[in-house]
């Protein structure tokens, strides 16, 4: 029977390898929390859809973006421009460095 490996950067646990900097295991690596893990795994599967659904997504607050309810711009460039002076650049809404 052939393993297949996954990584985890978040946890790991007793028998686990680190290759190249990342926590590696085998399906062979199995533990009895994965038998935990697993059980947890149906109790979720038996929620309703919208449960699921409103507990698979988190809001987070993107300060100016959320601040006020809506925005109008003439035009895209007006948007853009706006975009690029006024938005955190880890919002990923800035201008590209080569069309500045």
């Known amino acids: 029977m052939q393993s297949s490996v996954y990584t985890s950067v978040a946890i790991a646990r007793q028998g686990d390898k680190a290759v190249e900097g990342r926590i590696v295991r085998t399906m062979g690596d199995h533990t009895e929390d994965d038998a935990g893990w697993r059980e947890q795994c149906r109790h979720q599967l038996d929620r309703d859809v919208v449960t699921r659904i409103r ?21 895209m460039a007006e948007y853009r421009r706006w975009c690029d002076q006024a938005l955190p650049s880890y919002l990923g809404y800035r201008l590209a460095v080569g069309d500045r």
């Open 55 to 75: 507990y698979g997504f988190c809001h987070v607050h993107k300060p100016v973006l959320d601040d006020v309810p809506v925005r109008a711009f003439a035009t």
